[in-house]
């Protein structure tokens, strides 16, 4: 039996001994990977509680803030990450819908939260923009700084998108000016021509900062613009990869990683039986994306010390399938992602666990040098007709 959140009755493995969804366990059969033998390695607890671990200096720790898909479920928001580095840092990695409510429940204060990198514009991977965005005033007083890439046309790129997405929020600009800072209500988009890749410049940094460099490099994904992100820092490393349809090309982008981190679905018949579209259809949208057994020959090219697969619908029928296809072409160490599984990669070792955060959470104060311009602007000239405002009940 579920119930809200938590399975608290049943059986809690699948029938190939598997954890269940919604038992606050890892669905792996490898929740510790050791990359270095003979060292002593860090002991962590068996669940990840927000603000109760502090990051080593040489550590990272990624959250998957949205597993799902455009169709969001309450126990799956759609696609999402965070990464915090143990100098600080923090980036998050598309902000699906969902995904900021498990963000905030992370207890980090949203002006820590000013680095977004977009993978495409699919509205499954950016549809929280504005919630993430609307941490100004009340707690980020700083702008949201946004990675990601151009489009086919100028239209169809990340800065033309930025700039809709502030005049889409223009009455809730405006609406707040005097009443709290408006210095965070300012977006700065950092588009990166993908124009400019080809096999003899197969990726691009696009983020050097403090030893951290991120790169960007293209894959297969409906049309122009989709890309992944390869971070590297202190010697260790991760990707991203959006979503898309497995090619040897972002394999090697990503060979040696710590952690590849890459989309995986359902295979065409369930998906149409589970989400009740034509089966002619979900072959199309299928072709798109990532099956299992796909994963496992990416896995294979790329090498890293664990695989990561999100964007998946989880059911309790539905995890031995996704197990069952890797394993006919990959026996490497794998996850299949749930929100809030936590991941954390040092030199010694990589864990994965899953956060148990409250979800009446309050958000936390920003750190003494993340507060910004907290000068209050003059109010909007879009006032409240004199008529209206002479009804205000007044206190004494």
Aim: proline share 7%.
């Amino acid at each position: 039996m579920i119930e809200g959140y938590r399975r608290v009755s049943g059986p809690e493995v699948t029938p190939d001994g598997y954890p269940l969804p919604l038992t606050f366990k890892p669905l792996t059969k490898h929740p510790v990977v050791v990359k270095k033998e003979g060292l002593e390695l860090k002991q962590y607890p068996e669940r990840f509680f927000p603000g109760k671990e502090e990051l080593g200096a040489n550590e990272i720790r990624l959250t998957c803030i949205g597993s799902g898909n455009p169709i969001v479920r309450r126990a799956q928001a759609a696609t999402g990450w965070l990464c915090e580095l143990g100098n600080g840092d923090k980036f998050v990695f598309d902000v699906g819908g969902g995904s900021v409510a498990n963000l905030w429940s992370l207890e980090i204060s949203p002006a820590e939260l000013d680095k977004l990198f977009l993978s495409h514009l699919h509205l499954d991977h950016v549809g929280d923009f504005h919630v993430l965005f609307d941490g100004m005033g009340w707690a980020r007083n700083t702008p949201l700084q946004v990675w990601g890439p151009s489009g086919y046309s100028e239209e169809m790129g990340t800065a033309y998108f930025c700039d809709l997405m502030h005049k889409a929020a223009l009455w809730h600009i405006e609406s707040k000016r005097g009443l709290v800072p408006s210095s965070g209500a300012v977006i700065n988009a950092h588009e990166f021509d993908v124009s400019q890749l080809s096999p003899d410049n197969p990726r691009m940094l696009v983020y050097d900062d403090d030893g951290v460099k991120i790169y960007a490099f293209p894959v297969i994904h409906c049309i122009y613009g989709s890309i992944a992100y390869r971070l590297e820092w202190n010697g260790l490393s991760f990707t991203f990869h959006g979503d898309g349809s497995p090619s040897s090309f972002e394999a090697e982008q990503a060979q040696g990683v710590d952690v590849f981190m890459h989309e995986c679905f359902l295979d065409p018949v369930t998906f149409s039986k589970k989400a009740n579209i034509p089966l002619e259809f979900t072959k199309l949208i299928v072709g798109e994306h990532t099956t299992g057994d796909k994963f496992g020959q990416l896995m294979n090219i790329a090498k890293p010390k664990l695989g990561v697969a999100y964007h998946y619908f989880l059911d309790d029928d539905t995890i031995d399938p996704f197990f069952g296809l890797y394993r006919q072409t990959c026996d490497m160490p794998i996850v299949l992602t749930q929100d809030l599984m936590v991941i954390n990669i040092t030199p010694e070792q990589i864990v994965t666990r899953q956060a148990w955060t409250n979800p009446l959470h309050w958000p936390s104060p920003a750190p003494p040098d993340k507060r910004g311009d907290t000068e209050l602007a003059t109010r909007s000239k879009a006032a409240m007709p004199q008529w209206i405002k002479e009804t205000l009940i007044r206190s004494d």
